[in-house]
């Protein structure tokens, strides 16, 4: 077994290193438990980032009879009571078994500024802004009848985003207008909206035949705060009772 101090040693280099590789679950010749084991802690890193740019946070984990250590670390040491408080909290919802929606009201004031940067990309690929909502256009997302089109809007009806009468060309023009409206002072539910819209759309397969390739990627980085928290249960469901416990690498 690799000891803690290696592995202390191990995450802490990771956070210096500028993100390159692709979602865990692509990883090659890698088990399926393998790639749903590094996206976990991708997905837990996400939720360290606090800062649109040169944030950078890693995480990797120790396991021993009866404890399971995440251990994490920053391109800069973290310090700052609040940022702390907040790890301390969302590990305390999560041993509680706190709902995702409910943990994702705790990770959005802390992460706004990344949120919020990563928002503002999405709506410059749509072309829309607070200024420009492009009421003379329809169907901004070229929906169509073909079968990725169908897909999603099958899949938005089963997430109950579709309701009554309404097409799915005018739900999805209405939400990217939404998005073009968004501040940093937009309120946390706004937010919310946004991250659980953009993770219902991007679990549909073929996405990118409906969308440009950044599109989907703004989207799906989007969805991935949502992902992860819908993840949390199935990792601590494999922990069985072992003592969870979370700590800073510093060098």
Same mark, same amino acid.
């Given at each position: 077994?690799?000891? @803690?101090?290696?592995?202390?040693?191990?995450?802490?280099?990771?956070?210096?290193?500028?993100?390159?590789? =692709?979602?865990?679950?692509?990883?090659?010749? /890698?088990?399926?438990?393998?790639?749903?084991?590094?996206?976990?802690?991708?997905?837990?890193?996400?939720?360290?980032?606090?800062?649109?740019?040169?944030?950078? /946070?890693?995480?990797?984990?120790?396991?021993?009879?009866?404890?399971?250590? &995440?251990?994490?670390?920053?391109?800069?040491?973290?310090?700052?009571?609040?940022?702390?408080?907040?790890?301390?909290?969302?590990?305390?919802?999560?041993?509680?078994?706190?709902?995702?929606?409910?943990?994702?009201?705790?990770?959005?004031?802390?992460?706004?500024?990344?949120?919020?940067?990563?928002?503002?990309?999405?709506?410059?690929?749509?072309?829309?802004?607070?200024?420009?909502?492009?009421?003379?256009?329809?169907? &901004?997302?070229?929906?169509? #009848?073909?079968?990725?089109?169908?897909?999603?809007? /099958?899949?938005?009806?089963?997430?109950?985003?579709?309701? =009554?009468?309404?097409?799915?060309?005018?739900?999805?023009?209405?939400?990217?207008?939404?998005?073009?409206?968004?501040?940093?002072?937009?309120?946390?539910? %706004?937010?919310?909206?946004?991250?659980?819209?953009?993770?219902?759309?991007?679990?549909?397969? =073929? @996405?990118?035949?409906?969308? #440009?390739?950044?599109?989907?990627?703004?989207?799906?980085?989007?969805?991935?705060?949502?992902?992860? @928290?819908?993840?949390?249960?199935?990792?601590?469901?494999?922990? %069985?009772?072992?003592?969870?416990?979370? #700590?800073?690498?510093?060098?």
């Amino acid at each position: 077994m690799i000891s @803690l101090d290696l592995w202390k040693n191990y995450v802490h280099g990771l956070s210096q290193i500028e993100f390159h590789h =692709g979602s865990g679950r692509d990883l090659p010749h /890698a088990t399926q438990s393998d790639r749903e084991h590094v996206a976990s802690l991708d997905g837990l890193a996400l939720l360290l980032v606090f800062s649109p740019k040169g944030d950078v /946070a890693a995480i990797s984990s120790w396991r021993s009879a009866h404890e399971f250590k &995440l251990l994490w670390a920053k391109n800069q040491p973290v310090d700052d009571s609040d940022q702390l408080r907040y790890i301390e909290e969302l590990l305390e919802n999560i041993e509680k078994d706190t709902p995702a929606d409910e943990l994702l009201k705790i990770v959005i004031p802390m992460c706004r500024e990344k949120i919020f940067h990563r928002v503002k990309k999405l709506a410059n690929s749509f072309g829309v802004s607070q200024t420009d909502q492009r009421r003379e256009e329809s169907n &901004l997302w070229r929906f169509d #009848e073909t079968e990725p089109c169908q897909t999603l809007e /099958a899949t938005l009806k089963r997430a109950n985003r579709l309701k =009554g009468n309404e097409s799915t060309a005018h739900l999805l023009d209405r939400f990217t207008r939404f998005v073009g409206r968004i501040t940093r002072t937009s309120k946390v539910e %706004d937010f919310w909206t946004i991250l659980y819209f953009s993770w219902c759309v991007t679990s549909v397969a =073929g @996405l990118n035949k409906i969308l #440009e390739e950044n599109q989907v990627r703004y989207l799906s980085k989007l969805g991935d705060y949502v992902r992860i @928290l819908e993840r949390i249960p199935l990792l601590l469901k494999k922990l %069985d009772k072992a003592k969870i416990t979370i #700590e800073q690498v510093m060098t």
